[in-house]
């Protein structure tokens, strides 16, 4: 898939929260896909190991991003940087007393969200790798929380912005983590570059064939934008 400035790129994800993970490990495999991004969020441990049994009849050598969850230890995160070759962890800001402790804390990102999931100390994140922003929520605040735009804009201002997730933007301005039409990610073009990492993903419970259209449009639409 083509890249962006920056070395930045779009990657397809097999989802563990509302999506069928099973039947998108079945479509990485059928395409031959060699680099999507992980969300292990709804995956309890043993679940976990049926989808790393999965992931390894396929062809996928690289996993650059995974959110992970509270119950992981060191050793499966040590698994996945060796195996997967893995740059950036994602977390909430609530689960980050689990891993303060672990040797790969520089790699983990801490997303950028509201109500219980929000950050309530940035000077918390100065032990950690920097910030997730999850694009969605970024323009959800935008549009309807005013104060957490504010807080997310201050996060990039201080911190490294390590990872990006990428869901759909509904009509009433709210994040959803399934996009009905292309239409719901276009707002991605009016972000500021600024706000974009490397590892740019999406947190869909689409397809993988339609996660590789949204890909793909979406990068021709950044590059249009980030040329203007």
Sequence with gaps: MKQLSGNRRLYPSVVTYLGDWRQM??????????????????????ERQQLYVALEKTAVRNIPHIHVRSDMKETELDYLIKRYSTKAFTTHFQYLKYFAKSKHKKILFIENNDGPHRIKNLNTLASYGGACI????????????????????KTVKRYKVGCNHLSAVVKNGKSRHYATSYQELTYVAGIEKKYFSRYICLELANSIPEQLIFCNKLTQLLEKAWKK
């Design 134 to 153: 999850d694009l969605s929520h970024l323009e959800q605040f935008r549009r309807r929380q005013p104060d957490y735009y504010t807080l997310t804009a």
């Design 25 to 46: 490990v079945n479509d990485v495999g059928r395409l031959k896909l060699t680099d999507i991004s992980l969300f292990l969020t709804g995956a309890r441990f043993s």
